[in-house]
Nanobody, 123 residues
Framework: VQLQACGGGLVQAGGSLRLSCAAS????????MGWFRQAPGKEREFVAT????????YYVDSVKGRFTISRDNAKNTVYLQMTSLKPEDTAVYYC?????????????????WGQGTLVTVSS
């Protein structure tokens, strides 16, 4: 299974970015997907998760109302639309494929991880 994340970059505070994660090697539509992030010197943190159908989504409180997770099962791709970005959103963002179709905020619920894409928000 391979997860290829892209879309990171440098953006000013208040700006927007859309991350994409293309999956291959398993039946994408059968599994929940998630986004996590790790800031320099900090532990990995859950950001958002989406169920297999896209019907259920959950977010960490710090990004609610600013980030939107979505998926296109026909394209085997999950997205993270990020708006109103803040300097504290600066991190490497990782997409992950869950062990089941249930969405989860726990890293242990995920079986496969992408390589990460760096998001830097300048003040």
């Amino acid at each position: 299974v391979q997860l290829q994340a892209c879309g990171g970059g440098l953006v000013q505070a208040g700006g927007s970015l859309r991350l994409s994660c293309a999956a291959s090697g398993r039946t994408f539509s059968s599994y929940a997907m998630g986004w996590f992030r790790q800031a320099p010197g900090k532990e990995r943190e859950f950001v958002a998760t989406i169920s297999w159908s896209g019907g259920n989504t959950y977010y960490v409180d710090s990004v609610k109302g600013r980030f939107t997770i979505s998926r296109d099962n026909a394209k085997n791709t999950v997205y993270l639309q990020m708006t109103s970005l803040k300097p504290e959103d600066t991190a490497v963002y990782y997409c992950a494929s869950a062990r089941t179709h249930y969405p989860s905020g726990s890293g242990g619920a995920y079986e496969y991880w992408g390589q990460g894409t760096l998001v830097t928000v300048s003040s």
